[in-house]
């Protein structure tokens, strides 16, 4: 299968101080269950945040399932992420109700305040901005979701001021 073994693969997490137990959990719940790779990806990305390329060729070579496969899965579908995001994610909606109502300005309010563009996380990792297709609440557009709450009616003010004022909490539980 791969280059080296799964039990070769393990050392890289090691020296990342990362601990596979969860991994393993969620590899041997799915052991004999075809066609579960997106599941497992699913489950690894909730247990660890993200899917690095290691935990991705560890994936491939303890469910024997080709590097390739595992690799196309996890970079076509839009869900998965190949890198660690911020404390605080920010999915803005660019479909078409915001996209008329201003999500550009949102958007533009966004990378002012926070110095990140779509796909990036603050140098603090404490957001991170995806612009996403849509959220479903177009009776608010135009609309941001942080973190699972979703804040509507927007306009370039007010999302800077959500922002700052989670930015506030965390500089609160700083002193």
Not at 121 to 130: I, S
Not at 143 to 151: L, R
């Amino acid at each position: 299968m791969g280059c080296c073994g799964a039990k070769d693969l393990r050392s890289q997490f090691e020296d990342l101080q990362v601990d596979l137990t969860e991994l393993d959990k969620i590899l041997a719940k799915y052991k004999n269950t075809k066609g579960s790779l997106i599941s497992i990806l699913q489950k690894a990305q909730e247990e660890y945040g993200y899917l690095s390329i290691p935990m991705l060729d560890y994936i491939a070579e303890v469910s024997k399932v080709k590097s390739a496969k595992v690799y196309g899965v996890a970079t076509f579908y839009t869900q998965f992420r190949l890198q660690p995001i911020g404390e605080n994610l920010i999915m803005l909606c660019q479909g078409t109700a915001c996209h008329v109502n201003g999500a550009k300005n949102i958007e533009e309010a966004i990378v002012e305040i926070l110095g990140i563009n779509d796909g990036e996380t603050t140098e603090d990792k404490l957001f991170t901005l995806n612009n996403v297709a849509c959220l479903g609440c177009c009776s608010l557009s135009p609309v941001m979701m942080i973190n699972g709450e979703t804040y509507g009616s927007l306009t370039p003010q007010k999302a800077k001021d959500i922002i700052k004022e989670i930015q506030s909490r965390y500089s609160q539980k700083e002193a």
